[in-house]
């Protein structure tokens, strides 16, 4: 089974909770930054609709002149006239529809990315690293412990006496023996064995 919480329950309980705390926080701050592109993008409306109202101009004035087309005499000279007049009017307002359309989107994506920045890279740049190390330390340990030894369980158990012994600082030890230098000289392992399990998160 795929270790991705420490065996011991108060150590377990601190990786769910900074777990699920992470799952609620960038849940709820991508909705919000989901929301504002959203409310942002609206207002592209107003580009697009003076960007349809040029294409209808110039619509209009091919329609006009096509109608116009038809005098006679006079018909094809009308005919560009009305189709120029028109399109010199309606171009420049789809275009200027078109650009605003593209300034809001990007203003909308710009202002989005910020909040998400904002709000997710603090949070994550602390919690991500942190969470990491502790899965790998499980994962390792619970490997070269559990798994991977073909020993006895009493030389397993001095080997993790000896790692306490000499890699625990002295603030740790008494949290699980009184007497480490006790222990260690006369042979009683188990409960420097203990102290480096829970170092790693593992049950004894």
Do not use: C
Request: proline share 5%; aromatic share 10%; net charge neutral.
């Amino acid at each position: 089974m795929i270790k991705i919480w420490s065996e011991l329950p108060v150590a377990r309980t601190k990786e769910q909770v900074a777990d699920l705390a992470t799952l609620l926080w960038v849940v709820f701050w991508g909705n919000m930054v989901w929301r504002l592109f959203q409310f942002l993008a609206g207002y592209a409306e107003a580009g697009r609709t003076i960007r349809a109202g040029g294409q209808t101009m110039i619509q209009s004035g091919s329609d006009l002149g096509n109608s116009l087309a038809g005098l006679p005499f006079v018909g094809s000279q009308a005919h560009d006239i009305a189709r120029d007049a028109f399109a010199s009017a309606g171009v420049p307002l789809s275009d200027f529809g078109t650009q605003l359309e593209q300034f809001i989107i990007v203003v909308a994506v710009v202002l989005a990315l910020l909040l998400a920045l904002v709000t997710q890279v603090p949070w994550l740049t602390r919690y991500l690293p942190w969470r990491w190390e502790r899965l790998r330390h499980v994962r390792a340990a619970h490997r070269a412990i559990r798994t991977a030894p073909d020993v006895g369980d009493d030389s397993i158990e001095r080997a993790l006496a000896v790692r306490a012994f000499t890699r625990l600082d002295y603030s740790t030890l008494p949290e699980f023996t009184p007497d480490p230098f006790g222990d260690w000289v006369s042979g009683r392992h188990d409960r420097l064995a203990r102290a480096e399990l829970a170092s790693v998160g593992l049950r004894p």
